[in-house]
């Protein structure tokens, strides 16, 4: 359960980032902090880049991993 609520939850903001219906750097925030909680829940840097629509390596950036 906890793992679909985060990406379905990652997959809100990620079509958020790309429709871009509330202002980027609050997007972008809010991308950075449910990456890192959904990263500490155990799913995979790739899976949530993907459900994000944003590169893994950027997803590793902001988990701190580089």
């Known amino acids: 359960m906890l793992v679909e609520d985060n990406e379905s939850r990652l997959r809100r903001i990620g079509d958020e980032l790309a429709t ?17 909680i959904s990263s500490e829940a155990g799913i995979s840097h790739r899976r949530i880049a993907e459900l994000l629509g944003v590169d893994r390596m950027t997803v590793r950036k902001w988990v701190g991993k580089r």
Do not use: Y
Not at 20 to 36: H, M
């Open 20 to 36: 871009n219906t509330k202002t980027r750097a609050e997007i972008w925030r809010r991308a950075r902090k449910a990456a890192a």
